[in-house]
């Protein structure tokens, strides 16, 4: 939200498990930010399976930043 | 009947739309902030790669600490060098 | 000369006056007013002060009280009570000499408890800012809380004017003072606000001191309280309350110290967790994310047992100077009962906790929580026997809790869980400096102790005991 009064968009990735803090706080704060939230969880996973979330999701989190479809 | 006194903030804040996306991405620099949580930096480190492909400029962050908002030195680095920042990876 | 009286018919010291006022009046003129009766006042003609209006804003104390005016209406000089050397000269009169020297006045209706917070929400005081909420007349009020998620799940006080009027008469702060920002909205929590959240606790006055104080330190950087929220690990703020206060307000550091039955410790904790749910917006499901909690997240607050022991208490030891009081912090999960009824010499009981204290977490993980030992009378004896002092046991702990990395790594034991390998040929403490707290508490038969672990990120990383002086 600061960086966004700043000038510069953006946007947030989170786990699933995240959903319900993140609306509670857009409505206490006055401000949706834009968000992406990936399969639960995460902490267990190796790293070649969060390699292959973030490419399962890049595109989403490309979204997060751009409104172009390139 | 009585009245009763709010024990709220009473927050009412004004609702703010966030910033328009950029509408592309050529030249531009991404910051991508990790909030240091374990498995946070293999998360973006792909994210870099895939957005280097993309002939995206990418700049690294991290909060020193999960547990806290971003310093306020941090926040003024990105916004002095970055168009866009993307934030990962709570959970 | 503009003179403003005022008695009381059920005062002996008024009716002693009464003829000197008489005598007064057959020369000069004064405004008398009466705070419990209209009727003729032994010879003097009377106004009721309806309401106490006059007394309140007057701030009457004591009567009777004689107050003179300037010309320009402004107060000049009052006296209280009767000496006759003093009415003599304040009236300007001759007083018989046959008359008694010297009465002391009674107390104000003003003052009398219950009267004065009715007065104070009636005629405002210190202006309250908070809104208020109108409950229907078919509403129940504590129902009415509930319905407004002001609630915690258990019963809340409802927050009458007159209560939180009433609370705010136990701190000699402001009640707009700020008293920080809170989290998760970030948002200024006023003294004012404070008070709500006591009433709702159930909190008496004598407490708003202490509740203040822990609002104060759990508000410090260190304390972590955003993280120590949103986090999804069990703790919330513990309370820990050292010096004179302790007893004041009556807190319990004996038996069933970390459970239930004693209104300061049930309710001091549970007003700083209603200040972080309803001014801060922290609440279960939504920003706090917490697995599974703990019931200390309704309130978690005890005081040091001092009285007895020989060891320097918590709040010296964090620098509070004797005969101060203090809250400190702590981001605590439950409680986990040692128990040791058989050891008799301290290198044994000393083994005892060091084997309760390395399962803090995990007992392959180091570094990361903190920990209070809570040691109980029984069990400080077997170290007081021995001459041994706190910071003796304190230092047995941390070599007995020097542990050999190749037990703890990832993997090892047949358990994923662990620090990194790296670790392997290190010695790694299970605490970091600082990181464990000793106690004295519970009630005196109980070879038990207790340990109260601490949030799963501690010091710089996470949440640091926080000390702060009550004041």
Redesign the interface.
């Known amino acids: ?15 699933s ?2 959903a319900e803090a993140a609306k509670a706080q857009a409505v ?7 968000r992406v939230f ?1 399969e ?4 267990d ?1 190796s ?1 070649q399976e ?2 292959r ?3 399962r999701y ?1 595109l989403d ?8 479809n ?1 | ?11 009412r ?4 739309v ?8 050529q030249k531009k620099t ?2 991508l902030l990790d909030i240091s ?3 946070g930096d ?6 870099a790669e ?2 280097h492909e ?1 002939g995206v400029l990418v700049k690294r962050f991290s909060k ?6 971003a310093p306020l030195e941090l ?1 003024n680095e ?2 002095g060098s ?10 | 000369m503009n003179l403003l009286v005022f008695l009381k018919q059920s005062c002996e010291t008024c009716k002693l006056v009464a003829p000197v006022l008489k005598n007064f009046l057959e020369e000069e003129s004064a405004e008398i007013l009466c705070q419990d009766s209209s009727s003729f006042f032994h010879g003097l003609a009377v106004r009721q002060d309806i309401g106490l209006r006059r007394s309140w804003e007057s701030k009457i104390e004591t009567v009777p009280t004689i107050i003179r005016f300037d010309k320009d209406g402004k107060e000049s000089a009052r006296i209280e009570g009767w000496d006759s050397e003093e009415w003599a000269d304040f009236l300007q009169i001759e007083i018989p000499e046959t008359m008694l020297r010297y009465k002391p006045g009674c107390g104000s209706d003003t003052l009398v408890p219950g009267t004065y917070e009715k007065l104070a929400a009636k005629y405002g005081g210190e202006e ?1 800012k ?8 078919q509403e129940d ?1 504590i129902e ?2 509930y319905s407004r998620g ?1 609630s915690d799940g258990l019963p809340v006080v ?4 007159e209560r ?1 009027m009433r609370m705010l008469s136990g701190t000699s702060r402001c009640s707009h003072d700020i008293v920080g920002v ?1 989290p998760p ?1 970030l ?3 006023s003294v004012e ?1 404070i008070a ?2 006591a009433v ?1 606790a159930g909190c008496l006055p004598q407490y708003m001191p202490v509740v203040i104080a822990s609002v104060e330190a759990a508000l410090q ?1 260190e304390f ?1 309280m ?3 929220l949103a ?2 690990y069990f703790s919330g703020p513990l309370v820990i309350v050292n010096g004179p206060i302790a007893r004041e307000i009556g807190m319990n550091s004996g038996g069933n110290v970390l459970g239930q039955g004693n209104r300061a410790n049930s309710t001091i904790g549970r007003a700083l967790q ?1 200040v972080i749910r ?4 922290g609440k279960p499901q939504e920003v706090d994310r917490s697995a599974f909690g703990t019931p200390g997240k309704i309130g978690f607050c005890f005081a040091e047992d001092e009285a007895g022991s020989c060891w320097q208490s918590l709040a010296l030891e964090r620098g509070i100077e004797p005969g101060c009081s203090s809250v400190t912090l702590f981001a605590a999960d439950g409680v986990q009962a040692i128990v040791d009824q058989k050891s008799r010499d301290p290198e044994s009981l000393s083994r005892t906790f060091a084997a309760g204290l390395k399962s803090v977490g995990h007992p392959k993980l180091a570094l990361a929580s903190d920990a209070i030992l809570v040691v109980s009378p029984e069990h400080e004896r077997v170290f007081r026997l021995a001459g041994w002092t706190k910071d003796d046991l304190k230092k047995r702990l941390k070599d007995l809790l020097t542990i050999s990395g190749d037990e703890l790594v990832e993997g090892a034991g047949g358990i994923s869980e662990g620090l990194p390998v790296r670790f392997k040929s290190k010695k790694i403490p299970k605490f970091r400096e600082g990181g464990l707290l000793i106690v004295r508490a519970g009630g005196k038969a109980g070879m038990f102790s207790a340990i109260i672990a601490g949030w799963g ?1 501690s010091g ?4 640091a005991p926080v000390t702060r002086k009550i004041t």
């Open positions: 939200m600061d960086l966004d009064s700043r000038g510069v968009p953006g946007g947030f990735v989170a786990s498990e995240f206490s704060l006055g401000f949706d930010p834009f990936v639960h969880p995460i902490q996973r790293d969060i390699i979330l973030a490419d890049f989190v490309l979204a997060l930043i751009s409104s172009s390139d | 009947m009585n009245d009763l006194l709010d024990p709220t903030s009473e927050l804040p004004p609702k703010r966030p910033l328009k996306r950029l509408s592309d991405l991404v910051g949580k374990p498995k293999i998360f973006l480190d792909r994210i895939r957005l993309r020193p600490t999960f547990t806290r908002l926040k990105i916004a970055c168009d866009a920042v993307i934030e990962a990876l709570a959970d | 309250i908070s809104r208020r909420i109108l409950v229907g007349e009020e009415a809380c002001w409802p927050p009458t004017r939180v809170v909205n948002v200024e929590c606000k709500i959240n709702l950087d972590c955003h993280g120590l986090t999804t209603l309803n001014v801060g917006g990120a710089k990383v996470g949440s």
